[in-house]
C-alpha cells in the first residue's frame, strides 16, 4: 500500500469555523490531489499541486484553499466551513503526470454544524 | 469537457453470478481508463486500468475492455463472491498535465449467498 496518511480521520466543526486537513505522504511522488466524495456525485477535484508550492484548482475550489511547503504534506483549508462542505474528503498522489494511477489515502469524513 | 457515465446501484447479485457494470465515457484526446473498488469505510483501490484502445485490464478476476468505438470501459466478472461487495467507480485520466482524474458516480455492488 502506498504510505498515504490523512488528519484527522474524522472531525466535527461548527458552521463558520476555520478547518485544515493534513495529507502526508511517505512516497517521495510529486502530486498531489483533494477530491471530496459525495452520494450521487462521485469523487469531484478540489485542488491539486504539481510540486512544492505549485497548486491548480479543480472543479469544485470555491471555499478551499490549499498549500504544499515540503513534497510529503499538503493541507487542504476551509477557511469558513459551511454545512455544504459536510463530506469525506480523500487525498490521493501520482508519480509523475500522463496516464498514471492515483492512489488514495484513507479519507477525513468531515461534519459542519 | 471530460464525463464518465456508470450504471445506477445498487446491483445484488447472488454468489457465483455473472456481474457486468457498465460505464461510458466522453473525453478529448486519448484518456486511459480505470476502475477503483471502494470497500466499507476505506479509500478508493486501484483495481485495473487500461491505456490504449483495445486493451484489456484485469485483476482478480475482474476485466474490461477499452472500446473506442463504443466510448465504454465496462467492468465484468464472471462469479462474484461475497467479498467482492463494495462500491465499484470507473474514471478516465485526462491527457496533459497532472494526471487529473473524472470519476463516474459508482455503483454499489451487494453479492448475497
Sequence with gaps: DAGITQSPRHKV???GTPVTLR???TENHRYMYWY????GHGLRLIHYSYGVKDTDKGEVSDGYSVSRSKTEDFLLTLESATS?????Y???ISETSGNYEQY???GTRLTVT | GNSVTQMEGPVT????AFLTINCTYTATGYPSLFWYVQYPGE?????????KADDKGSNKGFEATYRKETTSFHLEKGSVQVSDSAVYFCALSSTGTASKLTFGTGTRLQVTL
Design chain 1, 13 to 15: 466543526t461548527e458552521t
Design chain 1, 23 to 25: 495529507c502526508h505522504q
Design chain 1, 36 to 39: 471530496r466524495q459525495d452520494p
Design chain 1, 84 to 88: 455544504s462542505q459536510t463530506s469525506v
Design chain 1, 90 to 92: 480523500f487525498c490521493a
Design chain 1, 104 to 106: 488514495f489515502g484513507p
Design chain 2, 13 to 16: 447479485l447472488s454468489e457465483e
Design chain 2, 43 to 51: 479509500g478508493l483501490q486501484l483495481l485495473l486500468k487500461a491505456t
